[in-house]
């Protein structure tokens, strides 16, 4: 809850205010992530922080213009972006890129879900999941945090807690007997499940290096999970295999799964020693483009004035600074943000007090904690393409006044998978879903043209290419030639060759890899906008549209989609392949 009796203090002693302006940042922030309605109006975040209502709006002014909050009249929501922070640690901590296939592979031979989480707290922590898709499923999301004695992984990492941390543990069931600090537990009746037995169920869990969840956290739901041990013998995370009572019972989940839990944790640990000899998932780069240098920095206050806090914005450039694994000293710190010693140094200095770095026990390396998804990477993670790409719409259709979708490739049609009319009366009616021809359309045109040539030809060969009215492009090198320009121009322009009196304008979006996903247009009445216009006018707002969205995919897939060994796309392959529509959490 609200650190304004620390933050207060600290605005009294040199650089203390900047460092409370990043505190009261991450306290927006975290309040958000956790908040399940997935908003917060203005004045309920004033309550909740103690903060002065103008306070406030810099931070939400701040935190807006870096594309982590979202804004819709009294009300902020969190941005895909927030990802950034979770992105950051999970690369630093390596375990999705060298852990994460071997679980996927784990999880295909067991037909069972697998996930892996790291002790946090006195919780465990997800930070790969590779879940069935089964009707009974509980499915956390990478992010969640599950309180200890309530599950399988819980027990292992309690083996390790000296006094301290049980004392914390002891104080934590007393505050909080519900555990409604764990936003994913579901709540419970009767007796508190898991705490009375919990310390000899961590003794036995350090003996026999195995623990077991018999529907602990959710009725119904089994687990059965291994410890994972880095060189120094220290457990780095906890290796689970999770099922339901209508398939196993505790018991026979262990018999069936242990054998190869234990393979499998043993390929992880000689990962963990020897990372070269790792079957890596792609890893995506140390420096990711979410460290904003001083300069940009300094550019946006330019540009937002006052209301734009440096300091947040600085201390936030800091923790993504910190994604490289094995972490940053000071000097590397500072380096990579181009900021003064000083500024990094009570960035991070506030960001281990909040838990969110370590600086070891010497301060001279600084690594990101697993605390840092609260920071709304898994209230993120659940999110579909649909929902991801509307904002940007809303936006667009706001500056152009006229109706704006997306639309994936299905076979040999496009489908809307988000759309936002506008309100003028002559609008086309189109719904999220409709399907239309790829060849007669602009947006099919710009996803058959991000596909490899001959790939594109052969679809358009299979398809009917009727003539809709006299204008249609129906002939093979005619809209191979379309295709040819679309590639070089960066967008299609299609007048009226679906339905007189309706022109589109498409771009491409692309995923992380440069790989065409979706295509973005505006539609327009031809009475209402020549073609020219549309070039002219609209062509600038919607590739800038699509830039955001693809920043935004970028944010919520590097993770999602990497570990996974197949790494599917996170939504439909251009072919159509994936059924799985607009669902990110798909790629899992
Ligand atoms: C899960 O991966 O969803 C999971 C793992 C271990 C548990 C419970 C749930 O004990």
Not at 52 to 78: C, F, I, K, N
Not at 346 to 361: F, I, M, N, P
Request: net charge neutral; hydrophobic share 45%; with cysteine.
């Amino acid at each position: 809850m609200p650190r304004t009796a620390t933050t207060t203090a600290r605005a009294a002693v040199p650089g203390g205010e900047a460092v409370a302006t990043l505190e009261r940042g991450l306290t927006v922030v975290r309040l958000l992530a956790a908040e399940r309605s997935g908003r917060l109006s203005r004045a309920d975040l004033v309550r909740a922080t103690g903060l002065a209502r103008s306070s406030l709006d810099r931070v939400a002014a701040t935190l807006r213009h870096l594309g982590y909050l979202r804004a819709e009249g009294q009300d902020l929501l969190p941005a895909p972006r927030l990802m950034e922070f979770g992105n950051a640690y999970l690369a630093a901590s390596r375990i999705p890129a060298l852990l994460g296939p071997l679980a996927h592979r784990l999880a295909d031979r067991l037909d069972e879900s697998v996930s892996i989480s790291v002790p946090d707290r006195d919780g465990a922590r997800f930070v790969v999941q590779c879940p069935r898709r089964r009707a009974m499923a509980v499915t956390f999301q990478v992010g969640d945090l599950l309180p200890a004695e309530r599950c399988a992984p819980g027990a292992l990492f309690a083996a390790d807690w000296d006094e301290e941390q049980w004392a914390h543990w002891r104080r934590r069931l007393r505050t909080d007997p519900l555990a409604a600090g764990f936003l994913v537990v579901p709540p419970h009746r009767g007796a508190l499940p898991g705490a009375a037995d919990f310390e000899s169920r961590a003794r036995r869990a350090g003996q026999s290096g195995l623990a077991v969840d018999d529907q602990l956290v959710e009725p119904g739901l089994v687990a059965v999970a291994l410890p994972v041990t880095g060189p120094d013998g220290a457990i780095v995370c906890a290796l689970s295999v999770v099922s339901h009572t209508s398939r196993h019972t505790a018991d026979s989940l262990r018999k069936l799964a242990l054998p190869l839990l234990r393979t499998s944790a043993g390929a992880m640990e000689r990962a963990l020693a020897d990372p070269s000899g790792a079957d890596l998932a792609a890893e995506p780069p140390a420096v990711g483009p979410a460290v904003r240098g001083a300069a940009q920095l300094r550019a946006a206050k330019d540009e937002i004035g006052p209301e734009f806090l440096q300091s947040l914005a600085r201390g936030l450039s800091v923790l993504t600074s910190l994604r490289t694994p094995g972490g940053l000293t000071l000097t590397e710190a500072a380096q990579a943000t181009g900021l003064a010693r000083a500024t990094a140094r009570r960035a991070l200095l506030a960001l281990c007090d909040l838990g969110y770095a370590s600086g070891g026990s010497d301060m001279r390396r600084f690594t990101l904690q697993p605390r840092v998804l609260e920071l709304g990477y898994a209230a993120q993670a659940g999110l579909t393409f649909e929902r991801l790409a509307t904002p940007y719409l809303a936006d667009l259709v706001r500056r152009v006044h006229d109706s704006s979708s997306v639309a994936v490739l299905d076979g040999v049609d496009i489908r809307y998978v988000a759309r936002v009319a506008t309100t003028r009366v002559m609008g086309v009616d189109l719904a999220v879903g409709t399907r239309l021809p790829a060849s007669a359309t602009a947006m099919g045109r710009v996803l058959l043209a991000g596909m490899p040539s001959g790939q594109a030809a052969d679809l358009l060969a299979r398809s009917a290419r009727e003539p809709l009215n006299g204008r249609t492009l129906t002939e093979l090198p005619d809209l191979l030639a379309a295709l040819d320009r679309a590639r070089t121009d960066g967008f299609a322009l299609v007048d009226q060759e679906l339905e007189a009196g309706l022109r589109s304008l498409a771009v491409p979006v692309h995923d992380r890899a440069g790989d065409v996903v979706a295509a973005l247009n505006v539609a327009v009445h031809a009475a209402h906008r020549t073609s020219d216009d549309l070039r002219t006018h609209v062509l600038p707002e919607l590739a800038a549209t699509a830039r955001l969205i693809e920043d935004d995919l970028a944010a919520a897939t590097e993770w999602l989609s990497s570990a996974a060994p197949l790494g599917r796309p996170a939504i439909p392959a251009p072919d159509g392949t994936s059924g799985e529509e607009s669902d990110l959490r798909a790629v899992r």
